[in-house]
């Protein structure tokens, strides 16, 4: 007579599990890293992190619970990136602010300002798959996506072209030097960003999920790159700028570096969690009023518009489109969120204008002339436009 099983489901990845009738087991940790119970089936938290992270169910969900769960999770998360990275909080909130929101991110700094680094912790953090692609000026699209490879299969000695994977099917990828490489490398990344799947041969493969792209850029060093056009540069939702440590900081880096190596990170969250939470931004609600500001401070930067400042007209070549105004409001509703609160105000889209709009804003010939970039008139911008 066989022993009597139960079946139970790892809320991590879904995987089955069979447990026999009066075993003494009571917990159990899956391939994918997720310590539950074998007896409820519910996440349990190890002890690896500060945080029970709330994991999507089926059924009504807890919204403002798992807002909670993300508020701590988040803490934890800087928290553990804090032992290897020094300073540089603004841009780790950044990042994770457009990581839920299922947006792509580009950095802007100087070399050794520690983002290869940052954004490798933030991956360990989160238990997720990291890759990155150092680009240069001989890099082929294939070189990234992937290439078909001529195989002999094992059973029936046959040669075939089976599909080999390339470094883009990762959950979070660093793209180093983007403006290094041609522009037909440039479009075939920014392609499986915008689609979130990659076609070869005929063949369409999707990407993991969650899904994010980091690239870097040098703004000194100019010579010999492909400056990203600004239709590609719209498809990331923050350019964010990665500034010198402080004085104090810089001091506790050269300590921290130069003698022995540092702990280990913790993992915080896994991908289904993360994809859990992202589902969760997406439903922050946004009033009608909050909307129309995000949409009047888009529509602003056109310098053809009506509503257009006489500044805006003076020193704007081409404004942001309606992207502009949907990143806004993905932003906004991904920073309440992690910050711990369910509803976005007109303050929150004015936090995020600066790395939403900066590279969507492209001035003339004028503004260069007076030492003016970006940044400086969107500030103006944000002082002239005022919530109706």
Known sequence: MSEETSTVLCPGCGRAYSVAAGSSRTKARCKCGCKFSLVTGEALDDGSSGVAAARPRSGPRDSLAEVEALGRAKDAILKEVGKIIVGQKDVLHQILTAFFARGH?????????????????????????????????????????????????????ERCFVFQKGPIFTNVLLADEINRTPPKTQAALLEAMQERMVTASGETHPLPSPFLVLATQNPLELEGTYPLPEAQLDRFLLLVKVDYPSMEEEQQILLSTTGRDG?????????????????????????????????????????????????????????????????LILAAKSHVVLNGRFNVSCDDIRQYALPVLRHRVILNFAAASE????????????????EA
């Open 371 to 386: 030492g003016l970039d970006s940044d400086a008139v969107i500030k103006q911008l944000l002082e002239t436009v005022t």
């Open 263 to 327: 702990e280990a990170l913790k993992s915080v969250l896994d991908a289904r969690t993360v994809l859990g939470f992202q589902d969760l931004v997406r439903e922050v609600p946004v009033s009608e009023h909050v909307a129309q500001y995000a949409a009047r401070l888009s529509r602003a930067t056109r310098p053809q518009t009506d509503e257009a400042p006489e500044f805006i007209r003076k020193y704007v070549r081409f404004g942001s489109g309606p992207r502009a105004g949907q990143s």
């Open 105 to 157: 991110c580009l950095l802007m700094g100087v070399p050794g300002l520690a983002k290869t680094l940052m954004v490798h912790n933030l991956a360990q953090t989160m238990r997720l798959a990291f890759n990155r692609i150092q680009f240069t000026p001989d890099l082929m699209p294939s070189d990234i996506t992937g290439t078909h490879i001529l195989q002999r299969d094992q059973h029936t000695h």
